[in-house]
């Protein structure tokens, strides 16, 4: 899986406080600029598409219009990947590298709450060497006793 | 002067020249504005110095507009004397930009003498004027707006003096060939766009001459009106190029000195008149105010082109006139997109079963009134996009007038169903191939004038352009009563150019067809319009980019029909819905040939895995849908499942798929950013369950097997 290429400049985007929606893949909890979301859906039936990568579930009708759908939890390489009562569809608008933006459905396990995350708890993604790519990611909060890895949305999908 | 004060003067005496239209002697109408924007020019000079003649100018227009506000009226005098003025000020103000001042004429000064000569002969440009930059940051809205206009106007020209050929006295169409030119004048005066500004303006003043009926038009002011309308509309492309940023941004010469020349060599050898302009002025002004008038009160004429209606009176151009309004494509597209949501939400709620259940006669009256309307909702939404094919078919008629004079052939070009609908997508692309079409009917279909007297044929040459409605499809017809396609020759070419194995036996339809094979070309010499190897492969790509297609008939000496089959819209495709395993996919139904169920005996292998299916006694290769996408199938035995024959590129070949559900009407989706390199598909529809299927794109499909991707 190719990553688009990082200039300097954004790869030291730094994890910004505000509203978070946090989710869960498996049991660690994730959370996206509330900004980047236009809205969750419950899962619908899915039709793939063929000769993709295995993470792009495929193509959903969200009201008449045609989006691409991502299972995160294959993105991320979560073992198990069932579809339950509180799986939904997170639908965010993401900025490709070509400055074209698009709708994209995420797959996550459940949605959880609205964080309002403040700048004293969030800290800098920690360095895991060559064991875990952390580029899609913009930080770390500690909310609630609880961390939640903050995603930089358009890089996760864009690959 | 500023660049911002030039502009805004020139852009003064642009409306100051619009409300000249409205004045009429005797009257007070546009007095008052024209008053205002004096002051206004007045004002813009008192902060600037200006050069002495302009600001001695301007003090004589407000002497003259001063002296009609006492009267409370224009008299006819003054207002010849505005309009000298208002064409001295134009070139004045656009000469002060790259050349010396005019001299001011001293004319002006004698202030009761209608005989005001003109500035023009001195401010001709004797050297072309310099390149136009420009002004990106600024203008580029107003400049895409303008390049619009400008398109729709040059277009109308273009119609508008075609139809003078037949009818040179016309009113209507001299009104809106002048009316063009004055826009585009107009617009491009405000957009600093110079050599255009001064280009149009000559070409106005020609139309002006003639539609004061000092000037008949012959041939020769309409070739010097078609070269200055393709001057314009060459600068407009290069501008274009620019604002959408296809070219980087540089300046961008207009050679128009020779052209200006050509012009008032036409004007003055035409009509025996020293001058365009001095014509209009050593006028009695009392013709010139009223005729403007009494041509005002048709804002819209129309100046279509009636070639085969010459005899057609004035009446029934004058058609009703409808309002129409400018909508962003993006708007329209979500409002398509959004019935087309809601006629599926409404299937969807007719076919609940608890709705089954309830016996109300009062509900199913009510839920069929629902579908009625939401029926006439998608299909009002649907022909809103369509638009006439008319304007394209037009383009022709100046193609084949070129054409012809070029290749020394009389050609007549006869239009039927110019009102024909088309999705205005199609209508764009259908252009070229069109352009294509008709120069090879000009070039290789009609013969000369003396071959075909010889034939016995009349000498001028007949090619007929028709579009018509059929089943689900529009059809355009090119027929031409030339020579006719010369099955031999073709295929002797073929071979020669090894396009076909040498003894290979064709049918006369195959051989047509070899026409579109690219790199073909039977053009006995290379003219500069056609002949050079590529077209009709062109066209047939074209066309089959359209998802259309296209069909030769000829008959040797008779001449040839080309038929081209097109969808009405590239929104909808009629398509035939599949299954393989639980994803079920479109295949577009114009691609499909039949389907069946194969026995057993109809399949045979090579090397164990090239699989074939002879069907009728013709082998064709098989291809497995569910191989191609990796899909788990319902069943792998063809005896069980469905072959569809699906032509590609000329050729039939085989798709397996688990089941046929239904032939139906969808609308197309692109599948958008993140699947544009997906192959073998082209788009996706949404279901009437609401789900999404894929249209296989067959083309694409079977180039994935030739490639030997597959399955890897």
Redesign the interface.
Known sequence: MSTAIITPTESSTHPTAGKYLSFLLGNESYGIDVLKIREIIRMV?I??????PAY?K????L??????VVDLRIRFGFPNCETTERTCIVVVQVR?P?N?T?Q?GLIVDAVEEVLNIVAGDLEETPDFGTQLDTEYLTGMAKVKGRVTSLLDIDRVIIS | MTTTNYMEVSCRIEKLAMEMVFTQPGKDDGLLPINSLLSEIEDSFSTQPVPEPIAQAVGLARKWVDAALEEGFFSTDCLARLSTWNQWMQRALQTSAELPLPPFPPIFTVVASTQVPNPAPETLPSVEPLPVSLDLAENADLLREFIGEAREHLQEIEMGVLSLEDKPKDEHTLHSIFRGFHSLKGGSGFLNLGPMNRLAHELESLLELARQHKLDITSDHIDVILAGADALKKFMAAVERQVEGSEPPHPISMPIAALVARITDVVQGGSGEPDQESGSTTSSSAQITPETNSELPSPEPHPEKRNDSAAEQEAPEQRSIRGSVKVDTGKLDSLI??V??MVVAQAQVLEDPALAKLESQQLARNLSHLRRISNDLQRISMSLRMVPIRSTFHKMTRLVRDLSAKAGKLVELRLSGEETELDRNIIEELSDPLVHMIRNSVDHGIEKPEVRVARGKPARGEIRLRARHEGGNVVIEITDDGAGINAERVLAKARERGIIEPNAELTEKEIFALLFAPGFSTAESITDISGRGVGMDVVKRNVDKLRGKIEIESVPQRGSTFTIYLPLTLAIIDGLLVSVGR??FILPTLSVRESFRPTADMISSVCGRGEMVTVRGQIRPLLRLHQ????QPDTTDPTQAIVIVVQSEGQDRCLLVDRLLAKQEVVI???????KN????TG?A?LGD?????ILDVNSLVALKDSASLQE
């Not at chain 1, 495929?58 to 009708?61: H, L, Q, S």
């Not at chain 2, 191609?628 to 899909?631: A, C, G, S, T, W």
């Not at chain 2, 989706?669 to 699947?675: I, P, Q, R, S, V």
């Open positions: 039936d039709t793939s598409v063929p000769q993709m792009i495929g193509v959903i009708n009201r008449g219009k045609i989006i691409p490709t070509q074209i698009i994209m | 997109d959004l087309g949501e994803e079920r191609y996408f990796n899909l989706k692109g599948l958008g950013e993140t699947f997906s192959r073998g598909l996706a949404i609401g789900r999404v299927g894929l």
